[in-house]
């Protein structure tokens, strides 16, 4: 199976030198002892190459994730390394060009999910999945973000806290709509509340069903929750697009919100990046340790399961397989608790090949599903996740990601599947054993 | 001053020195950049992060069984090549001999029969891997100049190591000399180039180990 | 064997002055056959050889001793003992030798032209110890002349020039580092005349009348190697021929004089020895008659007869050892590296865009 090969991206508007220099200050900004580490270590082995999907079903040795961070090593080596000066003087490092740039943009953002298996395999325990992120923030400030869909997706969540544009009084209307269609009681901008859950931006648009789940489950525990339209979205699109200041804005409204009713847990939705973020970067944006929990869906409903304040009704044995999302498993630690959910939910587990913490990526994360002319190299990856789901032969295949759902559903629409995708948070809604709180 | 005294001699002080200055001057340079303190609450305690740390040093050796399928070949011949190094390297006499009298050091040596041995299935996997970095797409793409040279420099000492060693081909003193400056070249170019992996490897592995094991994430 | 006081006839030949001392043709042939095995001659070679040694005439041989410590000459008579080898060198004309010689002065100084005149272009040439050349060769003078004037006087006229001993060859000792009087060996000085070098400190006996035995059987000097070396003796190491190698190969070495290891006999190559580097025959046919070598008595070789074995560090550093760098060097070493490092990443950080919000991980 032979790829397009990568696109050129269209002139972009900043001129060369000022785009070239923009970059090299984000690149050199986002650069630090580990990071630093992470690129003296390379010694060209090529494993890398072997783990990523896009290589895998490509050949094309482009994909190779090392080889997608080039610019970035070269800034590097130019500026900041221990020998920079060597480099500079013998013209080893020379200046990355804007040619350079706009040719890379295609492997930055076309080409990789930040999915994290590359840095699985590297020897070297180069952490390359988070150099690409990195690589993303020079890009961006470059002018050089795919201009489709996604950039467009990261300005306006920037301007309103929403990917699409949404005010939060539009929030407002949308959640007591969902609340009277799903039969559900919605507490929203509560002056003070235990937990808050946030929501991805898919969701609002494809999987509104999910936020009555949230709503129904928080419920049934009988907790004190409230949705907060200040602190909402969780989606941080501007994550993917390298956006650093859109991805702070967004992360820190959310913070705010939490603090402003005294949360004591904040739960992040059913979507990879915005668990990452929240859990694992948002107390730096902070400056300071957040002084409330950040908890995933998944290991919400796991704890709850677990401790008897989540009561379900167990299914008869029904055959479904589980994708793991590569942010919550591999990268975020959070592989165990699906599995627990699975089981209490009666659910004949059938593994995939590879599953767990080293599963394929479906192709649609880190902002690939937002690039429209990547679709043609996202379906050639999302091959591998077919075949996979294919070969447990179960009925079902459940996911905690929306982006992965979504993938998922597309990729098994065009294969004729006769599984369907289902989201575990929504199952866990549809099987809980009612108590007069629901 | 024959080259063999100059080898032994000043040769040996000056090349070790500049060992020493880049290899310090490398981590440095690395590890004093500005350091961003880590805010977000940890899964687990110091003791496991640094246990994490310490562990992936030790398992990153061996690959995951989901990888083994596409990289079995590569890694086996990176084995084979390593593996037979340090053979040569801590098991020979003579090299344990000048660590000896350099720092005092002392443990048993093998065989010199052994040792050839090492050394013949290093010089074989180091041509195969050679060959393979010129026909593979991807390491044809990755590859510079510093992964030739520094595949010169370890092949080097290693060919000059088993004709002295093996004492058929050649005059001892002639080759004695070729290969205590031929180890001198790469104790030269070590700290510049991909050789200094063999200590970065440790720093690296260690970093993501500990970085990691707060996220509970998978290694 | 009759000791015979009448006055060397100088035109007997070597074959009646054996029969002189009872010796007869079968002897000689012996003698001549082991001659040939130690030369490393084809075994065929020998009848020729005891045909030309019964029929050789006496030959002059002028011995020049300058920076020398006198061993060589010592190690040459010490090992004389009653056989063949002696005669032979009661049979060649030692006509100057100034510690052997009664004469003294300016009698010995006319002996000594004398001999050159009468012999001119026939005379072998031994010297040992090396030749001081600084400062106009004032560091050695016979008779007030600098012996670097007669070395090259006495050179010019002879048939031959062997230079015993690490000193003569190669300059040895007195070449050593800081070499104040500009010693150096006969082959830095002569040229045009036939130069044999007889290296080792001192050289072994066996290798000096091999050499005339040659010379006489044959009128020439034997196979040489590119340092001017008899290939016979010095075509080989000490190391290939060392009884010790099995633990060489096993890696059984000796860590210590006198310890388990140096005790059971195990190799000297971590306590210095030279062996794999030093050309000789004292592995092969040993010293004191076959009795031994420094080797077998327990200590490394030291490479004496090899130019600036002096200079070449310590005798007990082994070959893999070298000079190691200490210490104090390495940690300045390290902290020069450090301070350059550390340099580097602060100028690094000063160009990284220090937006507080903004440091990296």
Redesign the interface.
């Known amino acids: 199976m032979s790829a397009p090969a990568p696109p050129t991206p269209p002139a972009a508007t900043i001129p060369d030198a000022e785009q070239v220099a923009k970059a090299m200050r984000r690149f050199i900004a986002d650069i630090g002892p580990a990071a630093a580490l992470a690129m003296e270590s390379c010694v060209h082995c090529g494993r890398c190459a072997e783990a990523c999907q896009f290589y895998v079903q490509t050949n094309d040795p482009r994909y190779t994730p090392i080889h997608k961070i080039a610019p970035l090593k070269q800034a590097y080596e130019r500026e900041l390394g221990p020998f920079a000066f060597v480099y500079r003087l013998f013209g080893l490092a020379p200046q990355v060009t804007a040619k350079e740039l706009e040719s890379w943009q295609a492997l930055i953002y076309d080409s990789c999910n930040m999915c994290g298996r590359c840095s699985l395999i590297c020897p070297m325990a180069i952490d390359i999945a988070d150099l690409v992120e990195r690589a993303r923030h020079g890009l961006f400030e470059a002018g050089l973000v795919p201009a489709d869909y996604l950039g467009a997706l990261a300005e306006k969540e920037q301007a309103t806290g929403s990917p699409y544009g949404l005010t939060q009084a539009q929030f407002r209307d949308m959640l007591h709509d969902i609340g009277l269609k799903h039969g559900v009681v919605m507490h929203v901008d509560e002056a003070k509340a235990d937990i808050i859950p946030t929501v991805s931006s898919i969701d609002l648009k494809m999987f509104p069903a999910s936020m009555a789940a949230i709503a129904r489950i928080l419920n049934h525990m009988g907790v004190s929750w409230t949705f907060r339209t200040d602190g909402f979205d969780a989606d941080n699109a501007a994550l993917t697009a390298g956006d650093r200041a859109g991805q702070r804005k967004i992360t820190l409204g959310i913070i705010r919100a939490a603090l402003a009713c005294g949360a004591r847990t904040v739960v992040m939705p059913e979507c990879g990046h915005a668990f990452t973020e929240m859990r694992w970067e948002a107390a730096n944006s902070f400056g300071q340790a957040l002084p409330f929990r950040v908890v995933q869906i998944t290991e919400l409903l796991a704890e709850g399961l677990s401790d008897g304040r989540i009561r379900v009704n167990p299914g008869v044995g029904e055959r479904a397989t589980y994708h793991d999302a590569c942010q919550l498993s591999r990268r975020g630690g959070a592989s165990a608790a699906p599995r627990l959910i699975l089981r209490a939910l009666g659910v004949d587990l059938r593994e995939m090949g590879d599953a767990g913490d080293a599963n394929w990526c479906c192709g649609g994360g880190g902002g690939v599903a937002l690039v429209k002319r990547a679709q043609p190299l996202r379906d050639l990856a999302f091959q591998i996740k077919r075949r996979q789901v294919e070969a447990t032969g179960a009925g079902t295949v459940y996911t905690s990601c929306s982006g992965c759902r979504q993938t998922l559903e597309h990729g098994g629409k065009t294969a004729n599947w006769t599984s369907t995708v289902a989201s575990l948070l929504e199952r866990v809604a549809d099987t809980l054993a009612h108590n007069q709180k629901d | 001053m024959t080259l063999l005294e100059f080898a032994r001699g000043p040769a040996l002080q000056a090349s070790a020195l500049i060992m020493i200055a880049g290899m310090a001057w490398r981590m440095a340079g690395i590890l004093l950049l500005r350091r961003r303190p880590q805010y977000a609450a940890s899964r687990h305690s110091l003791a496991r992060r640094m246990g994490g740390g310490a562990s992936l040093i030790l398992s990153r050796f061996i690959p995951r069984r989901t990888f083994w399928p596409r990289i079995a070949v590569g890694v086996m011949l990176s084995a084979v090549f390593h593996l037979g190094l340090a053979l040569v390297f801590f098991g020979g006499a003579p090299h344990i001999l000048l660590v000896h009298q350099a720092t005092g050091l002392i443990w048993p040596n093998l065989p010199k029969g052994l040792i050839v041995m090492a050394s013949g299935l290093t010089l074989a996997a180091m041509i195969a891997l050679i060959v393979r970095r010129r026909l593979h797409p991807v390491l044809r793409l990755l590859s510079t100049a510093d992964d030739y040279v520094s595949w010169l420099l370890v092949f080097l000492p290693v060919l000059t190591g088993i004709l002295l060693s093996g004492e058929a081909i050649g005059d001892y003193g002639s080759l004695l000399t070729l290969h205590i400056l031929s180890v001198e070249a790469l104790m030269i170019w070590l700290p510049f180039g991909k050789l200094m992996h063999s200590v970065l490897v440790f720093a690296g592995r260690w970093t993501m180990g500990v970085t990691f094991a707060r996220k509970g994430a998978a290694t | 064997m009759p000791e015979d006081h009448r006055m060397p006839d100088h035109t007997e030949t070597l074959g009646a002055a054996l029969v002189r001392h009872g010796i007869g043709r079968r002897d000689l042939l012996r003698f001549a056959l082991a001659m040939t095995a130690s030369l490393a001659l084809p075994p065929g070679i020998a009848p020729v050889m005891a045909e030309n040694l019964a029929r050789a005439k006496r030959r002059s041989v002028i011995w020049l001793s300058i920076q020398d410590c006198t061993g060589c000459l010592e190690a040459l008579l010490q090992s004389s003992s009653p056989t063949l080898e002696s005669i032979i060198f009661d049979f060649i004309s030692l006509d100057y030798q100034e510690t052997l010689m009664a004469a003294a002065g300016s009698t010995a100084d006319r002996m000594l032209w004398d001999a050159v005149a009468a012999n001119k272009g026939e005379y072998l040439l031994a010297i040992d110890g090396s030749i001081p050349v600084k400062d106009g060769g004032v560091y050695a003078l016979t008779g007030g002349r600098s012996t670097v004037g007669i070395v090259e006087a006495l050179a010019a006229d002879a048939k031959a020039v062997l230079a015993i001993g690490t000193c003569a060859a190669y300059g040895g000792i007195p070449k050593a580092y800081p070499n104040p009087t500009g010693a150096v060996g006969v082959e830095d000085l002569i040229s045009g005349t036939p130069i044999v070098n007889i290296p080792g400190c001192p050289p072994m006996p066996d290798v000096l009348s091999g050499i005339l035995v040659y010379f006489i059987s044959f009128g020439r000097l034997p196979a040489l190697d590119e340092r001017k070396r008899p290939l016979a003796y010095y075509g080989t190491?000490i190391?290939d021929r060392c009884y010790r190698r099995s633990f060489?190969?096993?890696?059984q070495?000796a860590?210590s004089f006198d310890d388990d290891g140096a005790r059971q006999g195990w190799c000297l190559?971590?306590l210095g020895c030279k062996g794999?580097?030093t050309h000789n025959a004292c592995a092969s046919l040993k010293w004191g008659g076959g009795t031994s070598f420094p080797i077998e008595s327990g200590h490394g070789c030291l490479g004496c007869a090899e130019?600036?074995f002096w200079?070449?560090?310590s005798f007990y550093?082994?070959?893999?050892?070298?000079?190691?760098?200490g210490w104090q060097?390495?940690s300045?070493?390290?902290?020069?590296?450090?301070?350059?490092?550390?340099a580097?990443?602060?100028l690094?950080?000063d160009?990284?865009?220090p937006?507080p919000?903004?440091?990296?991980?």
């Open positions: 190491t190391h060489y190969d096993r890696g070495f860590q190559f971590e794999p580097i130019p600036n200079d070449a560090g550093t082994s070959l893999a050892g070298g000079s190691p760098t060097n390495a300045m070493a390290a902290a020069v590296g450090l301070a350059g490092g550390a580097a990443a602060l690094a950080r160009k990284a865009d937006d919000e903004e440091t990296p991980p």
